[in-house]
């Protein structure tokens, strides 16, 4: 098997292909690759070596990929994506009144924000677990997507439960309100279509240049309680949740992690993609308790991540924030089976305590790319490749999933640094 060295970047396309997804594969079911391998999250990084607007960077989809293959060669990582979400169209088609993109609410320099509402109120609990997909076509889709609004009007979704006779409430499914909701819906759905297709032919286009799918590429779940908190109660909602309704969460959490299992399950078999990316947002250091967190986030939580990988679906969980005091409990997972992307937890603490439970990526601190020296990033790199990347199960990244305000010259050293001090 070929290895890293300086002549690489020189062999085919082909052999590059196989020699990063080989190094990334190796460090994700905690083998000893032949180096350690380095992901680049490039995101708004793109605008700023394209001299583009973020907004162009989410709306011109072709620009954004000549960028990205751009920062491809230049850089040489072993794995390289830009913005999510990328294509803004469904968004701005439907109204979501829960983002906000470059360009249309902000300036268009201002990343993407979400924009985090009481979207459920405490007093819809009761009909959210008599009927979570009814309360949710009829009740939260008109409040969060304007263009939806007429979908309150839909008839309740058990009327179809009588077969033929169902019929008899279609009428009120061309009122011209909810007809023109309908119609708008297609044409969301439509965009998903082709951004699908484009990502596809996206993909293609840089595996031909030698670089695999990012390892993020796959379904997208949140942590039970994190989908109650983000775009359902709010962070305010549900904090009080957990002492006011402390067993209605729990249950609406039970039945939010059962269809997020079955859509995940379903897309991998439908696919043949078999990982899941979540993003936790709650669970970290100082959001709650170790009481809390043991009650209400993690055995929720666990229990996705085992149910996914008894199906052989592996999941990439981006622990957000600092998770220092519950590393513990993430030691409890199977070996070898799960990733863990680290934001802000002491990395050298992480490869200690669960270096031998699962593949570790991140360790370089963003604010280095933006302000440090070469010094500095050359020593952070070889201290990193040393020490977390000891004998593999490692994958050089940033902290944060976006590199925006990264100085090309220190990116370029700490791709350089990386193959030189990562070499097994």
Same mark, same amino acid.
């Given at each position: 098997?070929?290895?890293?060295?300086?002549?690489?970047?020189?062999?085919?396309?082909?052999?590059?292909?196989?020699?990063?997804?080989?190094?990334?594969?190796?460090?994700?079911?905690?083998?000893?690759?032949?180096?350690?391998?380095?992901?680049?999250?490039?995101?708004?990084?793109?605008?700023?070596?394209?001299?583009?607007? @973020?907004?162009?960077?989410?709306?011109?989809?072709?620009?954004?990929?000549?960028?990205?293959?751009?920062?491809?060669?230049?850089?040489?990582?072993?794995?390289?994506?830009?913005?999510?979400?990328? !294509?803004?169209? +469904? /968004?701005?088609?439907?109204?979501?009144? *829960?983002?906000?993109?470059?360009?249309?609410?902000?300036?268009?320099?201002?990343?993407?924000?979400?924009?985090?509402?009481?979207?459920? @109120?405490?007093?819809?609990?009761?009909?959210?677990?008599?009927? +979570?997909?009814?309360?949710?076509?009829?009740?939260?889709?008109?409040?969060?997507?304007?263009?939806?609004?007429?979908?309150?009007?839909?008839?309740?979704?058990?009327?179809?439960?009588?077969?033929?006779? =169902?019929?008899?409430?279609?009428?009120?499914?061309?009122?011209?309100?909810?007809?023109?909701?309908?119609?708008?819906?297609? @044409?969301?759905?439509?965009?998903?279509?082709?951004?699908?297709?484009?990502?596809?032919?996206? =993909?293609?286009?840089?595996?031909?240049?030698?670089?695999?799918?990012?390892?993020?590429?796959?379904?997208?779940? &949140?942590? +039970? $309680?994190?989908?109650?908190?983000?775009?359902?109660?709010?962070?305010?909602?549900?904090?009080?949740?957990?002492?006011?309704?402390?067993?209605?969460?729990?249950?609406? &959490?039970?039945?939010?992690?059962? $269809?997020?299992?079955?859509?995940?399950?379903? /897309?991998? @078999?439908?696919?043949?993609?078999?990982?899941?990316?979540? +993003?936790?947002?709650?669970?970290? !250091?100082? /959001?709650?308790?170790?009481?809390?967190?043991?009650?209400?986030?993690?055995?929720?939580?666990?229990?996705?991540?085992? *149910?996914?990988?008894?199906?052989?679906?592996?999941?990439?969980?981006?622990?957000?924030?600092?998770? !220092?005091?519950?590393?513990?409990?993430?030691?409890?997972?199977?070996?070898?089976?799960?990733?863990?992307?680290?934001?802000?937890? !002491?990395?050298?603490?992480?490869? &200690?305590?669960?270096?031998?439970?699962?593949?570790?990526?991140?360790?370089?601190?963003?604010?280095?790319?933006?302000?440090?020296?070469? *010094?500095?990033?050359?020593?952070?790199?070889?201290?990193?490749?040393?020490?977390?990347? #000891?004998?593999?199960?490692?994958?050089?990244?940033?902290?944060?999933?976006?590199?925006?305000?990264?100085?090309?010259?220190?990116? #370029?050293?700490?791709?350089?640094?990386?193959?030189?001090?990562?070499?097994?």
């Amino acid at each position: 098997m070929a290895t890293w060295n300086r002549s690489t970047t020189q062999q085919n396309p082909e052999q590059l292909l196989a020699i990063r997804s080989k190094a990334l594969q190796d460090a994700m079911h905690l083998r000893q690759p032949e180096y350690i391998p380095i992901m680049m999250p490039a995101s708004y990084m793109l605008a700023e070596i394209g001299r583009v607007t @973020k907004q162009e960077l989410h709306e011109n989809q072709e620009k954004a990929q000549d960028l990205l293959e751009k920062a491809a060669l230049e850089y040489q990582p072993d794995s390289i994506f830009g913005t999510i979400p990328g !294509d803004p169209r +469904p /968004f701005l088609i439907l109204g979501d009144r *829960t983002t906000v993109f470059p360009g249309h609410g902000v300036d268009p320099n201002v990343q993407y924000q979400f924009v985090e509402r009481e979207y459920m @109120k405490a007093d819809d609990y009761e009909a959210f677990l008599e009927d +979570p997909a009814d309360w949710a076509i009829r009740v939260y889709v008109p409040r969060v997507f304007k263009a939806l609004e007429a979908f309150a009007m839909i008839p309740p979704l058990g009327l179809f439960l009588s077969g033929g006779y =169902s019929t008899f409430s279609f009428a009120s499914l061309a009122m011209p309100p909810l007809a023109s909701a309908f119609q708008t819906f297609a @044409k969301a759905i439509q965009t998903v279509v082709e951004s699908t297709e484009v990502t596809m032919k996206n =993909s293609s286009r840089l595996a031909a240049l030698g670089f695999p799918a990012s390892i993020i590429a796959g379904s997208m779940l &949140e942590a +039970p $309680f994190d989908m109650m908190g983000d775009t359902l109660r709010g962070m305010r909602g549900i904090m009080l949740d957990m002492i006011q309704r402390p067993d209605k969460l729990l249950a609406a &959490e039970e039945k939010v992690s059962r $269809f997020q299992l079955e859509y995940a399950i379903s /897309f991998a @078999k439908a696919t043949g993609m078999n990982r899941s990316f979540i +993003p936790l947002h709650r669970g970290s !250091d100082g /959001f709650m308790s170790i009481k809390q967190f043991e009650k209400f986030y993690w055995p929720q939580l666990k229990h996705m991540l085992l *149910t996914l990988v008894d199906n052989g679906i592996m999941p990439i969980v981006f622990y957000e924030g600092t998770w !220092d005091q519950r590393l513990r409990h993430l030691a409890e997972l199977p070996k070898g089976k799960t990733v863990g992307w680290f934001q802000s937890s !002491d990395i050298y603490k992480v490869k &200690e305590i669960i270096g031998d439970t699962m593949c570790i990526v991140g360790g370089m601190p963003n604010s280095l790319l933006k302000a440090g020296t070469v *010094t500095q990033v050359r020593e952070t790199t070889k201290k990193l490749c040393q020490v977390v990347g #000891k004998n593999g199960g490692f994958i050089m990244s940033t902290g944060v999933g976006e590199m925006s305000g990264s100085v090309p010259e220190l990116v #370029k050293t700490w791709v350089e640094a990386t193959r030189e001090f990562g070499a097994y």
